[in-house]
């Protein structure tokens, strides 16, 4: 058999604990570490099979990995061994002198979660009152140690109005990047954020936008769990005025789509060790304690049908079905099937 290429990017949820309580939460995080975690050893095992691979980037994150009493070790590890790695946070937990140690463990970037403008929306989004402002304290700290950092922030019908002051928030703050996650009711969202994700309509309005607003933006925008975004930037044919247009292709399914299980796409492993195509769609591929990571990539029938891309419905008979694909994880989550139509899609 063949080996299938490895993914670019592997997130890795080395942590179920978090100090937040957030009500989308994809990783259903706890108070408290599971009992099962991947051990400090076994940590290190799975990062040297990942560099050995081929793997490029490597994500940490959780929970919240600043509550991993080992997280530093673990991200100065990957670091060493030739991983572009990066950090998934809050925010909450970062002053100046933990920035300046995360950056000395080698890590390249940090996505710091922000949700709104309004401090009393973020907090209630994040389940604990005055996180806004310790997240926007992180965020200076990071700037203050000259630690990249880039905000990630949920769109969802309550916040949609806020995305074009989350914007401007993103670049004053100093970030490098925004990310606008398309939200999909799985994981905790399934009950706290039942109907907030966006219609198609609405979808089609903020991604038409955010193409658009690209042109002037001095930073990248990516929208994870949206495949649909990349074909507005290339059916509008936008040039951003501040960075060439080539690193627009660097967005992880820009002319590919949905990257969950794709060669040179994504990949996520939890706290436990368990695999799954993406953190959208938590289909249970096996776990690197039983089976090692390569394995597992190489020979699962799930990741074998999402990589046929023979897709039902309007999907399977749409002209980008191998460069959209749809968000095989709200299909999943709102269909029961992966292979299903993406019901957000606004695409005839």
């Known amino acids: 058999m063949t080996d299938i290429p490895p993914p670019f990017m592997v997130s890795y949820g080395i942590t179920s604990k978090c100090n937040l309580n957030c009500k989308h939460c994809y990783a259903q995080a706890t108070e408290e570490a599971a009992h099962d975690e991947l ?9 040297d099979e990942l560099a050995d691979w081929g ?29 572009m790695t990066g950090i998934g946070s809050n925010g909450t937990l970062i002053d100046r002198a933990m920035a300046e140690r995360i950056k000395k463990a080698g890590v390249q970037s940090i996505a710091i979660s922000i949700d709104s403008i309004r401090a009393e929306v973020h907090d209630t989004f994040r389940g604990k009152k005055g996180a806004f ?12 140690a000259g630690l990249p950092f880039q905000f990630g ?22 970030a490098n990047a925004a990310e606008f996650f398309d939200l999909v009711e799985a994981g905790r969202a399934k009950i706290e954020c039942r109907g907030e994700s966006l219609s198609p309509e ?5 991604m038409e936008w955010l193409a658009q607003a690209q042109i002037d933006c ?18 509008r044919k936008i040039k951003p005025k501040h ?8 967005i992880p399914y820009y002319g590919r789509g949905c990257a969950a299980g794709m060669p040179f796409g994504y990949i996520r492993i939890a706290p436990n060790g368990e695999v799954n195509p993406c953190m959208l769609l938590q289909i249970d591929l096996g776990n690197i304690r039983e089976k090692s990571i390569q394995d597992i990539w190489n020979k699962s029938p799930v ?20 460069t959209c694909a749809g968000c095989r994880g709200r299909a999943y989550e709102e269909t029961g099937d992966m292979l299903a139509s993406d019901p957000g899609c606004w695409i005839e």
């Open 39 to 47: 051990s400090t050893e076994e940590a290190r095992e799975l990062i």
């Open 55 to 83: 793997a490029k980037f490597l994500v940490l994150d959780g929970g919240e990995p600043l509550c991993r009493p080992d997280f530093l070790e673990i991200a100065s590890y990957a670091s060493s061994k030739g991983l």
């Open 133 to 144: 402002y310790q997240a926007m304290n992180g965020v200076a700290a990071c700037r203050e």
């Open 153 to 174: 922030m949920v769109i969802r019908k309550q916040t949609l109005s806020e995305v074009s002051d989350m914007l401007k928030l993103a670049v004053e703050s100093g």
């Open 202 to 206: 609405e979808r089609k309005q903020i």
């Open 218 to 235: 001095p930073i990248i925008i990516r929208v994870p769990a949206c495949p649909m975004y990349p074909l507005v930037l290339q059916e």
């Open 243 to 250: 960075f060439p247009a080539e690193l627009l292709a660097r």
């Open 303 to 322: 990741l074998k049908q999402l990589r046929s891309r023979e897709l039902e419905g309007k999907c399977g008979q749409c002209d980008y079905k191998d």
